[in-house]
């Protein structure tokens, strides 16, 4: 795996609709960009002997990192892959949805659901929205939620920008009903 460079955002909410997040509303996003390992090959049939090698590489790279930088508890968490313009889709997809590359955070967060996910392609500069969903119960309304996140110059053509998001709580200020209030 050849990574270019890793990225981190932190983002501390202390007012929402005009009354104090106390505490501080907190996510954390890492970004990993690398080279896609399928550039420059043409249409790759199997793409399964590179993501039993880079994926769970990836995503021991990626967890630890983005729950460091919380600083708090994962309470809600997402993923995403942004492909560059010479990629497939594909490409993105095969790095993230795999166990090899998410339980590295499912057991670094101690979560038990599905990870939420994002994948496309994309110029560099793309601004993109990470899905959050809660650890263990994806009903829980309050932490549906994104996290918006964009590197200025990537993905370049011949690479993916691989990432993690993680939430310390639900949105700020949530207030609606359980789902179970629905049903």
Do not use: C
């Not at 104090?20 to 090959?41: D, F, H, Q, Y």
């Not at 496309?120 to 996290?147: E, M, N, W, Y």
Request: glycine residues 8%; charged residues 20%; proline residues 7%.
């Amino acid at each position: 795996m050849n990574v270019r460079k890793i990225v981190t955002f932190v983002e501390e909410i202390h007012s929402e609709g005009g009354n104090a997040v106390r505490p501080a509303a907190r996510t954390a996003v890492v970004l990993a960009v690398i080279e896609n390992p399928w550039a420059g090959e043409g249409f790759v049939d199997d793409l399964a002997p590179l993501i039993d090698k880079v994926a769970p590489e990836l995503g021991a790279l990626l967890a630890p990192r983005v729950v460091e930088a919380l600083g708090a508890p994962v309470e809600a968490y997402g993923k995403a892959a942004i492909v560059g313009l010479d990629g497939e889709i594909e490409h993105g997809s095969a790095l993230i949805h795999t166990l090899k590359f998410g339980d590295h955070f499912r057991t670094a967060a101690n979560a038990t659901t599905l990870l939420p996910a994002v994948e496309k392609r994309a110029p560099a500069g793309t601004v993109f929205d990470i899905p959050l969903k809660h650890v263990t119960d994806a009903t829980t309304r309050s932490h549906h939620q994104t996290v918006e996140a964009r590197v200025a110059d990537a993905p370049r053509a011949d690479e993916i920008v691989v990432g993690l998001a993680a939430a310390a709580q639900g949105r700020p200020q949530a207030r609606l009903a359980p789902l179970s209030s629905e049903q």
